[in-house]
C-alpha cells in the first residue's frame, strides 16, 4: 500500500432515457438465465439496449451465474469475464486492471459503479488504484464490464473500463422470500460459514421494498512464524464480511419512478493472503504458507453508499436525476517492524528487533455525485443524451509509528514519538457530456459523443515526530475533452459489426514539496490519456443455440503517471508511454437442451513503448505493463435435466488458464536478477452440482480442485526476513456444501 511513510523516508503522496438500471432476481435457475431465448439488456450506454446493439465490448455476467460459481469477490469474477485481472493481496484492497493499462501508481485505472453511483476516489490523493469497491453481490441482478476507455459517459479514472454492480429491483407485483447458508472447508484451515436472504415486500402496486443482507466468515489458512520471535499463531488471514442492502421504489405512474437505495458492507480480515517467498523465484518458503510476523496485521473497511434516482418522461424526452453519497473507510495495522527496524538501527538479523514497530492507518474519503441526464425517447432518426456531472470527494490519510515491547501491542515507555502525521486533500469536479446515435438507415448506426471535464484538488500534509514530514500544501486545477466514435453495421437483428475510438483519462493532481525542493522536483504531475481503436463482431444464431462476441483493439497510452522518488520526494509523475494490443472473445454453445458451453480468453501484449526513468521506477523501453498474462482462458459447463415433477439437477465444472506475468517495475530487483519480477503461470479447476426441489435446492461445490498455487500480487524484498518477498496467493483447494430454501 502506497503511504505516507516510505522505506526511503522520503515524504510526499501517498499513494438515455430512465436508465432502468436493475431488473428482479427471484431464486435463481440451476442454469444461467441466459441459456435461455430471452434478450440480454444492458445500460452501458446508459439507457437499455441489447447487448448486441452496444458498439462496444461488453460482457454480461448474471446474478444466478454468480451464485452457481459460488462468485463473491473480484478473483472469482475474472474466470467469469474475459481480459479482466487483477493485483491483490487483501479482500477489499484490489488494483483491477483491464487490457493491460496499468503500471502501478496510486489513482485508478478502471472504475467501479453501483447502478448509477461511482464509488472511490478519481485522485491519486487516497489510494483509490487498490481501493476498487468490491461489493457482495448476493441479490445482484448482474456486473456490466466495459472494456476500453469510457470517459464520455463515465468520466475519470475509467481509462481501462468500467465494472458496474447492477442490483436487483424492487418488484411492486409479488413477495419473494429467499435465504442461502453455506459451509466451506478450505485446505490448510478450518471451517467457513456464510449466510444470506432477501425480502421483497409490495406495500400497494405502486410501492415496493427490498431488503437483502449477508454475513460471510472465511478461515485462514496461513501461518506466522514470527510474533515475539518464536510464538506461532494458525491462520492469520481469515476475514469477516457483513452488510446488507435496503432499496425502495416509488412508481405513482408508468412515466415517473423514484428509487432510493442505501448500501452497508464491512470487511475485517487478518493478515493479507501474502505468503513469503523465494525472490527469484516466488516459490513458497519453509515448506508452508507463512509470515513472519512481529505485530499482529489487521485490516478493516467499511462501505457506505446512498443514492435516490429520479426518473421522469416528459413527453419530447427523458430525465434522470441521480444523486449520492458514500463513504469508504479503511483502518489497519501493519507490521514495520524488519522494515523501519532496519532503517533505524532497531533490528538486528541475529538477535531479533529491540522493539516492534507498527504501523497504524486511517484511510477516508467521502464523495457525494449529482448527475443529471436528458435523453431522447428513441423514436426518431437521432437518439440523443446530454448531461451535467459535479462531484466533491474529501480524502485524508492519517498514520501513526508505534513502538512496542517485543511480542506484545504495550507502547514501550519512554520511546520518543517516530510519527503521526497525515494527508489531507480535496477533489471537485463538473462535468458536461453529450452522446448520440444517428440511424442512417435500418443497418447502420453511427454512435459519437464527447465530455468535457475540469477539475480542481487541494492537498496538504503534517504531522509530528521524528520522522514527521514538514507542514505543506499544494494544489492543481485541470480540464480535459474525451471523445469516441462508433461506427456499427447489423447484418441482421442477430449479428453486427462495429468499430469504436475513444479517449480516456486519468486526473493529474498536486505534489506536496517544499519551496526548497531541489530543481527537478515536481509540484504536480498531469493527467494521462490514451487513444483506443477497437473493432468487434456480436452475433449469435436464429436458434441463439451459439453466440460470439470477439473484438480486437490497439491501446496507444501517453504521459503515463507513474509513482516515484525523486530527489528524495515520494511523488507522482508522469513518465514514458505504452500501448496494448490485443484480442478478446466469449463464445456460448448450447448443444442440446439444458447443456450450456461457455468459453471466453484474451490475448493481451501491453508494453512500455518509452523508459519509465529506470533508476528511479524501473521500467524499461518494451517491458511488459505488471500483472497483464500474455494470454488466458476460461471454460465453463453446465448441464441440467429434469427429475420429475418441480424437480432437477446440474452438474458443472470451470477452468481457468492464466499465463505467467510481470509484477511491478522495481529498479532494485532489476538490478539484482536482471529481469522484473515474474508471476508463473497457473492453471484452477472448479467443479459443483446440485440439486432443486422447489423450494428448496442444495449445491455442493469444489473450488481450485487441484490446489494450484497461483500468485496474485508480488512486493519486493525488505518486509520479511531472509531477503524473502511478500507474495500474494489464491485460496487452496476449498470443498463447500449450500443450502438454499424459498419461501
Known sequence: MTALLMPSLAWGQSAGGPSDETTTVDKPAMVDRGSDNSDIIVTAQKFRQTLIDVPQSVS???????????????????????????????????????????????????ATYVDETPFGSSSGQVNGAILAG?????????????????????????????????????????????????????DGGDLSYMGSAVLNLPVSDKVAIRGSGFYRSYTGYIDSIGTGGSDVASN?????????????????????????????????????NVVESDPLTLRTLYGRETQS?????????????????????????????????????????????????????????????????????????????????????????????????????????????????????????????????FLRSRYEEIAGFANGTLHLGKQFDLTFGGRYSYNKQTADQGGGGQLAPPALSGKSNESVFTWSVAPQYKFSSSASLYARIAKGFRPGGPNIIPPSAPVGTPASY???????????????????????????????????????????????????????????????????????????????????TAPTDPQLVGGRDGDALPFSPKWSANMNADYQWTLGGDASAYVGGSIRLLGKQSGNYNPAYFATYGHQMMLPSYNVVDLRAGVDIGRFSFEAYVKNLTNAAGRTSAAPAGGYPNDAVGVGVIRPRTIGITLGAEF
Open 293 to 421: 510476523q512481529f505485530v499482529p496485521v489487521e485490516t478493516n473497511i467499511r462501505y457506505r453508499l446512498y443514492n435516490g434516482t429520479v426518473s421522469g418522461e416528459l413527453g419530447f424526452a427523458d430525465l434522470v436525476s441521480s444523486t449520492s453519497y458514500s463513504t469508504l473507510k479503511e483502518g489497519l495495522l501493519d507490521d514495520y517492524t524488519l522494515e523501519y527496524g532496519s532503517l533505524l538501527g532497531l533490528y538486528d538479523p541475529v538477535t531479533g528487533p529491540v522493539v516492534d514497530l507498527g504501523l497504524t492507518q486511517q484511510t477516508n474519503l467521502t464523495k457525494f455525485t449529482q448527475e443529471l441526464r436528458l435523453s431522447s425517447n428513441g423514436k426518431g432518426v437521432l437518439d440523443w443524451l446530454v448531461g451535467g456531472y459535479y462531484t466533491n470527494e474529501k480524502g485524508a490519510i492519517l498514520q501513526r509509528l508505534d513502538a512496542f515491547d517485543v511480542g506484545t501491542l504495550t507502547p514501550t515507555a519512554g520511546f520518543p514519538l517516530l510519527a503521526d502525521i
Open 134 to 186: 468490491e461489493f457482495d453481490t448476493f441479490d445482484v441482478a448482474r456486473l456490466e464490464v466495459l472494456r476500453g476507455p469510457q470517459g464520455t459517459l463515465y468520466g475519470a479514472s475509467s481509462l481501462g473500463g468500467v465494472i458496474k454492480f447492477v442490483t436487483a429491483e424492487p418488484d411492486a407485483t409479488r413477495i419473494v422470500a429467499r435465504a442461502r447458508g453455506s459451509v466451506e472447508a478450505v
Open 60 to 110: 454480461v455476467v448474471s446474478g444466478a451465474t454468480l451464485e452457481r460459481n459460488q462468485a463473491t469477490s473480484f478473483q472469482d469474477y475474472a474466470k467469469l469475464i474475459p481480459g479482466l485481472q487483477l493485483s491483490q493481496s487483501n479482500p477489499g484492497e484490489a488494483r483491477l486492471v483491464l487490457r493491460g493499462i496499468n503500471t502501478g501508481g496510486v489513482a485508478a485505472t478502471v
Open 236 to 272: 492469520i488471514n481469515d476475514s469477516k464480511s457483513y452488510g446488507g442492502r435496503v432499496s425502495a421504489m416509488l412508481k405513482p405512474s408508468d412515466t415517473f419512478s423514484v428509487r432510493l437505495t442505501a448500501i452497508l458492507q464491512d470487511l475485517n480480515t487478518g493478515a493479507g
Open 526 to 608: 498531469d493527467s494521462d490519456s490514451l487513444i483506443s481503436y477497437e473493432a468487434g463482431f456480436k452475433g449469435e444464431t436464429a436458434d441463439r443455440s451459439f453466440t460470439i462476441d470477439i473484438a480486437a483493439f490497439h491501446i496507444d497510452w501517453t504521459d503515463v503517471q507513474l509513482l516515484a522518488v525523486i530527489n528524495n520526494f515520494g511523488v507522482n509523475t508522469n513518465g514514458g508511454s505504452a500501448r496494448s494490443d490485443g484480442l478478446e472473445f466469449t463464445a456460448t454453445l448450447r448443444p442440446a437442451r439444458g447443456f450450456v458451453v461457455s468459453v471466453n480468453g484474451a490475448y493481451t501484449d501491453a508494453r512500455l
